[in-house]
């Protein structure tokens, strides 16, 4: 029996999927098709290669301390999926990511198969896709370290390149001779015409030991670093996290650099195994729109659209109408606070607006409108100078912070649910169409004790109304600030 431990690599930010994927919600938490996340589809995809021979164990996610909430509640979601998450406090790319897991997985002494996937991706045929990572796992499980190579289509420049033998061994995979950089179009184009070359995917399948050996073989400074964080690790329910000082002084590097690229012609064997699944990264929008169902004109639009005479184009409208008249390839994404229109050959070019958004440093760069918070969601429906508009959903039995402001007072109106609101040396219960005021300076607490979930309206007045004039007294979710 081989047993496999899933492993998730959940970082990323997606700039290239603005103004839907932004710093505080990237892209993949979001639901692009269908009903369940990017992250949500690749743990599902993972957890189901279990066979006659392989038993799927503890699914392990590594991601960041920011988004360590909204990984939580997507898990959640997944009832049939035993997980825990393994928490970066700074990003250190993919290499330390993957010896975090790997670290995590022999902590009993155990040496399970590795099934490393990043969280943003989709495939199209998950049965393809099943067959190909169970083939993996039974070469891995000889102590190979395996590839998924994605059968190329066309000449694309914007994926790293296999170079493979074509003699396929017992369970159909192919030697690796070389790992290759993104080419230019006529390089990437003789390579899809030879046949010797496949994408490079960036799901890997190898034995934890396996890596941990090949780690500490050609970056011994990354392993000594990483595993010095892990020994400082401190765990509760839920999370893992490594030691916070020793985890900023890793050196930075990705699974390819640190170790794939050196196999070739050493010591640890590096094996591919093809995969023709319907597969893409979603790297930018113009990624969406080709995996995307479309209409007799080429069109894929989500959301309330309306076209005429316009071909190829994507739109997904969130929260109005968006009308099109006599446009081609174009892609247009609406949010509540931000809209994208872009030609949909210049895509990867998004990221020079985010760059920008970061460097004046607006909020759009970072947050929606509708803002996810361990305890339910706000949304800031109206602003103006000396006042701020809320919508705010508090979850069953969730509740905030004990928290006052400096510079706000806010009014609470509930329109739905149950509250149970601690203000200074007082608690109340409100129903329906009931209020309160919390004035400035004053100590307060909003908290759900219902079956159902708490909506309000909460209207701040002030003279500043950043999020960041809050001191939290005491927090459910462990947030200082």
Not at 4 to 33: D, E, M, N, Y
Not at 128 to 153: E, K
Not at 282 to 297: M, R
Not at 422 to 427: E, I, R, S
Request: proline share 5%.
């Amino acid at each position: 029996m081989n047993n496999i431990t899933p492993i998730i690599l959940c970082g990323g930010s997606g700039t290239r999927l603005w103004p839907l994927s932004r710093a505080g919600f990237p892209k993949q938490f979001l639901v692009l098709s269908g009903t369940n996340s990017l992250f949500q589809q690749a743990i599902e995809r993972v957890n189901g290669l279990a066979g006659s021979d392989i038993k799927v164990g503890e699914t392990l996610v590594v991601t960041n301390e920011e988004h360590r909430f909204l990984a939580l509640d997507q898990l959640r979601e997944l009832k049939s999926v035993d997980a825990r998450l393994l928490l970066e406090p700074v990003g250190r790319n993919t290499a330390p990511a993957l010896t975090l897991a790997a670290l995590q997985a022999t902590a009993n002494g155990e040496d399970p198969i590795l099934v490393v996937t990043p969280a943003d991706q989709t495939v199209i045929d998950s049965q393809a896709f099943t067959a190909a990572l169970q083939d993996s796992v039974r070469t891995a499980a000889s102590g190979a370290i395996v590839i998924l190579g994605i059968t190329p289509d066309r000449p694309e420049t914007g994926y790293g390149y296999i170079k493979h033998k074509s003699e396929p061994g017992q369970h159909g995979e192919h030697a690796v001779v070389q790992f290759v950089e993104k080419p230019d179009l006529v390089t990437a184009q003789g390579y899809v015409d030879s046949g010797e070359y496949a994408w490079n995917s960036g799901i890997f399948v190898l034995k934890a030991s396996v890596w941990l050996k090949a780690l500490r073989h050609f970056c011994p400074d990354i392993a000594a670093a990483t595993e010095k964080a892990w020994e400082g690790k401190a765990a509760d329910t839920a999370f893992v996290r490594p030691d916070k000082t020793m985890f900023a002084q890793i050196p930075g590097e990705s699974i390819d650099y640190a170790v794939m690229e050196q196999c070739p012609g050493s010591a640890f064997p590096i094996r591919m195994v093809s995969l023709a699944a319907g597969w893409n990264d979603l790297g930018a929008w113009d990624a969406v729109w080709n995996v995307s169902p479309k209409d007799g004109a080429g069109n894929t639009h989500l959301g309330d659209v309306l076209a005429t005479d316009s071909r190829n184009t994507l739109v997904h409208a969130t929260s109005r109408l968006v009308s099109l008249v006599g446009v081609d390839n174009l892609v247009v994404i609406e949010t509540p606070d931000a809209v994208l229109v872009a030609d949909k050959s210049r895509c990867q070019d998004v990221k020079h607006i985010v760059t920008e958004l970061n460097q004046q440093q607006r909020e759009e760069h970072t947050l929606h409108r509708k803002v996810h918070r361990p305890w339910g969601w706000y949304d800031s429906i109206d602003e103006a100078e000396r006042f701020k508009v809320k919508r705010i959903q508090v979850k069953p039995q969730a509740s905030l912070s004990l928290q006052m402001h400096y510079h706000r007072a806010e009014h609470w109106i509930v329109v739905k649910g149950t509250a149970e609101i601690t203000c200074g040396d007082k608690t109340i219960v409100l129903s329906e169409n009931q209020s309160t005021y919390i004035p400035l300076g004053e100590t307060h607490r909003l908290s759900n004790p219902g079956t159902i979930p708490l909506e309000i309206i909460e209207v701040q007045s002030g003279s500043y109304l950043g999020e960041d004039d809050i001191v939290r007294f005491s927090d459910t979710y462990g947030r200082k600030t």
